[in-house]
């Protein structure tokens, strides 16, 4: 009996592994190799590493996009410092507190309606420097794609990131969703990171086909800071339980993502940014004849935002998966993943449609 396929738009985490993926944890699956990252697999994660951010990148693999934020973030503060976000970002409300519990971190928040960090933002928590009394800023996080569905474009992340080092900061980047970004910007992961000056990126693969794979990547770990960078690494990945024992199966995933220049992460990514499109457009659509219905926020990847009244939204979701983004405005969010269907999307258009008679 053939199993009925069901796919929700709460998150792109929804989705299952890529076909490719499988295949390459597969094909690693034979005989023995060095445990703890000291295996063939990984050191060729190593080296596509450098094709992606540069000659002089380095990249440790982790389970989880929590645990690369909270690796990253540990890596590039003294005990003393602080992190400057929106209050948006998924470190900040969507960690389950990890960032402060597991790594001891203060998160200095401001309020940004397009989920987005300018430099403007950041110097408003840019003060009281060298004041014993104020936890000091030393890292700069900003989301790519944003938890408002918004992309940064390289011009702006280089404005933040030369903001950041002249206040003598470092700007790490969260990237559970850079292949979205990286589809819809046209550009290559190296153009809007390294290129522009952050410091630190966490690579997102599971939301993109992997099982359980992300990596923390060190964008110049030849530079003074950089070293020190790299060289915390290792041990904060192990004291934070991000250290895999079989590695190998963790970098392969990666390996079938990202490598040819990141083929089927971007093709995936492609896939779901136009699903998400589609999306955006036929509830445009919608609105034009349902007033009550508006999107306010434009889809710049993979994410909808529209606002819907509260009785379309509980009948919608008695057959929908998705989050209510905002309870009083009544501002909901629909994630399409890489294997989001034209008719899943249909599917939904249709049962909003029949929800608004």
């Known amino acids: 009996m053939a199993q009925q396929v069901w796919r929700g738009f709460a998150s792109d985490n ?26 063939t697999v990984t050191a060729e994660f190593n080296k596509l590493v450098k094709q992606l951010f540069g000659s002089k990148a380095v990249g440790f693999p982790v389970f989880n996009g929590t645990g690369a934020n909270v690796v990253a973030l540990q890596a590039g503060l ?9 209050e948006s970002a998924h470190i900040h409300a969507d960690e389950g507190g990890a960032p402060e519990k597991m790594g001891g971190i203060k998160l200095w928040t401001v309020p940004s309606p397009t ?16 004041f014993v009394h ?21 011009k702006e992340i280089k404005a933040l990131a030369d ?25 290559s992961f190296k153009k809007f990171t390294t290129d522009v000056g952050v410091d630190l990126v966490s690579l997102g693969a599971t939301k993109i086909g992997a ?20 060289k915390a690494m290792p041990f ?63 889809t710049e990847a993979n994410a909808v935002f529209p606002i819907l009244p509260l009785k379309v939204t509980a009948k919608l979701q008695k057959d929908y998966r998705f989050y209510v983004w905002n309870q009083a ?6 994630m399409c993943a890489w294997d989001t269907s034209t008719s899943d999307v249909d599917g939904l258009l249709e049962a909003l449609k029949k929800a608004l008679k």
């Open 14 to 39: 929804y989705a299952g592994i890529d076909s490719e993926v499988i295949k390459r944890m597969v094909l690693v699956n034979q005989g023995h190799e060095i445990a703890y990252g000291d295996d």
């Open 211 to 230: 099982l359980a794979a992300e990596a923390v990547v060190v964008t110049d770990a030849k530079s003074a800071r950089g070293k020190e960078l790299a």
């Open 134 to 154: 104020r936890a000091q800023p030393g890292v700069v996080s900003i989301t790519q794609t944003t938890e408002m569905g918004t992309i940064y474009t390289a």
């Open 163 to 187: 903001r950041a080092h002249k206040h003598g900061l470092l700007l790490h980047m969260d990237g559970a969703r850079l292949s979205n970004a990286a589809a819809a910007l046209g550009l």
């Open 236 to 298: 904060l990945r192990k004291t934070s339980m991000q250290l895999p024992s079989k590695m190998r199966f963790v970098s392969a995933q990666l390996l079938a993502l990202f490598e040819d220049d990141a083929r089927v992460a971007l093709t995936n990514a492609r896939h779901a940014n136009a699903m998400a499109k589609r999306l955006y457009e036929g509830v445009l659509q919608i609105s034009k004849k349902h007033k009550e219905v508006r999107v306010p926020n434009p």
């Open 78 to 86: 003294k005990r003393w410092e602080a992190v400057i976000c929106v």
């Open 115 to 130: 989920g987005k960090l300018t430099p403007e933002l950041l110097d408003t928590q840019v003060f009281d420097m060298g």
């Open 329 to 334: 405005t009544g501002q909901v969010r629909w």
